[in-house]
């Protein structure tokens, strides 16, 4: 969390402690509440917390953005990929289809067994091989 700090002068990290330290203080012992000096460095501190809590949620809410973006991305990817096995599995019926989401470009790996009149040299490959990455024909 160094980061947090870097932007922020010692004076409002300072400020900002002191006034969490005061809240925690009168979270313990309420009475604390009505005590001038505690009035008196609740106004001061305050817009210096005000401003630390802002800059700490907003990296929280940064870190969530692109952990979003992620998780969408990793779904777009899963979704084409099943997509494309769905259309290839309609055009390839008698192929072992299976969707590549984690691939550079979603793909689809399509493995057909060699048919009985092929010849020797394509049954010694076993069978034929296609990756696609287009749902366009």
Not at 45 to 67: I, M, S
Not at 105 to 114: K, L
């Amino acid at each position: 969390m160094g980061s947090d700090c870097e932007a922020m002068s010692n004076e409002t990290i300072f400020n900002a402690l002191c006034y969490e330290l005061v809240l925690f203080a009168i979270r313990k012992w309420p009475k604390l509440a009505f005590n001038p000096l505690f009035k008196a460095l609740l106004a001061h501190c305050r817009p210096f917390w005000t401003e630390w809590k802002t800059q700490r949620t907003l990296k929280e809410v940064d870190k969530q953005a692109v952990q979003l973006v992620e998780q969408w991305e990793k779904e777009e990817r899963q979704h084409r990929a099943e997509a494309l096995a769905t259309k290839d599995r309609e055009l390839f019926p008698d192929a072992t289809v299976t969707p590549l989401p984690d691939a550079p470009v979603p793909s689809v790996m399509i493995v057909r067994e060699a048919a009985p009149d092929a010849s020797e040299e394509v049954k010694a490959l076993g069978g034929e091989l296609r990756i696609t990455c287009k749902l366009e024909a």
